[in-house]
């Protein structure tokens, strides 16, 4: 497609990603660790077949296979009856069936783990042979007649026994978001076609329409957690790259209100701190307002700096994460998890650009310090201020 102009990045920052390119050119030191292993790992990919939707073990209620089907990350056999029926949901502790290739989860994650990869090994690298390999995966995954998705997580979430499919399953697009922002890059490259990116507009813009008609996406809507956030960022995403910007522009009021119903006076996301693993939950409901902050940014509405009429919003829960990441003051809600989640150094580091702090400036040098040097997920996708 060779695109020439910068593109619009969701969940990166292109202008950052270039100048880590310049440092990797230039072989800075401080990154080789992490551009080796970023090269290592995308290697690894590149004989890999291409994962679809057709070829998981289980069948899906609709009979088609075209349809992704999983059971919910937290759905476990039942151990009070003797064939695990119904299965019952048990929050935070995941199943690892639900990864197994029997179901979709797992080449889902696996499918958008390498594109992401080998798309970022091309970006600084300049080989085509990476770029070549992830455009493979998504025509696979998206766009071959054969092997393609349908555009809907109508059976995702599914509690054997109980349901075919939750809404709640929708969760599972969010990851697409961070995936659209490989394809811009690899847009770059000649291995991804201007038919090719039609073609994937056209299945955004049904997964979008699938998302404001259909039963499941009108229930997480009205979610007043983080899958009202996440439903509201995919169809802004969504709608952004598939090029229909009113509607994109739509839910950048529905985030307003969605800061009015989740935030506490003192910058808690109140739902999230109620579950288990809640600073891990606390962190990726704070980091949906981000990705509907940076669409925001797109569309020319600044959802960083908006307040509710009581000073509620994004920087307001900033500042509240920042002693406990910053591992001054202990978390005061439950807990099962064993560390930090890795989402926290990319949340603040973009933070400290945006709102030109010093405290988040101080908390993600804290958090930076903790990442390995072969970590290329965070030494390559951003960098301090």
């Not at 979610?223 to 952004?240: E, K, L, P």
Request: hydrophobic share 40%; net charge negative; with cysteine.
């Amino acid at each position: 497609m060779k695109q020439t102009t910068a593109p619009t990045l969701i969940q990166l920052d292109y202008e950052e990603l270039v100048r880590i390119r310049d440092r990797v050119k230039a072989n800075e030191p401080s990154l080789m660790p992490a551009y080796s292993a970023l090269l290592h790992e995308a290697d690894s990919y590149l004989q890999k077949t291409p994962a679809s939707v057709v070829n998981k073990g289980n069948i899906p209620p609709s009979g088609d296979k075209h349809d992704f089907f999983a059971i919910g990350k937290y759905a476990w056999r039942n151990p009070d009856t003797p064939d695990g029926m119904p299965f019952i949901r048990r929050d935070g502790y995941t199943n690892p069936a639900a990864a197994s290739d029997e179901y979709d989860l797992g080449p889902y994650f696996n499918m958008r783990i390498r594109v992401n990869t080998l798309t970022l090994a091309y970006f600084y690298s300049g080989s085509s042979a990476y770029a070549a390999k992830a455009a493979e995966l998504l025509r696979v995954w998206f766009l071959n007649p054969e092997t393609r998705m349908n555009p809907n997580f109508k059976y995702a979430a599914s509690l054997p026994g109980v349901n075919d499919g939750m809404a709640i399953g929708i969760i599972e697009g969010v990851q697409l978001i961070g995936l659209l922002d490989s394809v811009k890059l690899l847009a770059q490259s000649i291995s991804w076609s201007e038919a090719d990116n039609e073609a994937l507009q056209q299945w955004f813009a049904a997964y979008c329409d699938w998302l404001l008609e259909s039963p499941a996406g009108k229930e997480e809507y009205r979610a007043t957690d983080n899958h009202g956030s996440w439903y509201t960022a995919q169809v802004a995403a969504f709608s952004i790259y598939s090029g229909n910007l009113e509607r994109a522009r739509q839910m950048m009021e529905r985030a307003k209100w969605q800061i009015d119903v989740q935030f506490t006076p003192d910058g808690g996301l109140h739902r999230e701190l109620k579950r288990n693993r809640a600073l891990f939950y606390s962190l990726y409901g704070l980091s949906a307002f981000v990705s509907l902050a940076r669409c925001g940014d797109v569309l020319g509405v600044d959802l960083w700096r908006y307040r509710t009429e009581d000073g509620r919003g994004i920087e307001l829960g900033f500042q509240f994460l920042a002693p406990y990441l910053a591992e001054e003051t202990p978390w005061a809600w439950q807990n099962i998890d064993n560390e930090i989640n890795g989402l926290a150094v990319q949340l603040t580091r973009r933070a400290e650009k945006v709102y030109s702090s010093p405290r988040l400036i101080e908390v993600s040098e804290h958090l930076t310090a903790l990442r390995p040097p072969k970590d290329w997920s965070f030494w390559l996708m951003t960098i301090p201020s």
